[in-house]
Nanobody
């Protein structure tokens, strides 16, 4: 599975961005998908995840109520709608795919290249 993240950019605090992650290769609908982020000088952290069918979602407490993860299996794409952005959301955002064998773990099999999100105050 190859993953290509896009949609990052510079936005003012309180604004919105939508990230996309396009997948190619093996059957996209077989994979749970996740978004992670890494700010300068910090470790990578979990942001959100969605099950292979889209029926189950999970969020980090820091983004709950502001971010929405969704997927379109017909387009092999997962999205992260980010609203009410804060300067502390500034980071490189990565999408990742989790195969069935990793279900229930925090391990992901494939990673995209990352897209920069910068939120100005």
């Amino acid at each position: 599975v190859q993953l290509q993240a896009s949609g990052g950019g510079l936005v003012q605090a309180g604004g919105s961005l939508r990230l996309s992650c396009a997948a190619s290769g093996r059957t996209f609908s077989s994979y749970a998908m996740g978004w992670f982020r890494q700010a300068p000088g910090k470790e990578r952290e979990f942001v959100a995840a969605i099950s292979y069918s889209g029926g189950v979602t999970k969020y980090a407490d820091s983004v709950k109520g502001r971010f929405i993860i969704s997927r379109d299996n017909a387009k092999n794409t997962v999205y992260l709608q980010m609203n009410s952005l804060k300067p502390e959301d500034t980071a490189v955002y990565y999408c990742a795919a989790q195969g069935p064998l990793q279900a229930g773990t925090d391990k992901y099999d494939y990673w995209g290249q990352g897209t920069q999100v910068t939120v100005s105050s």
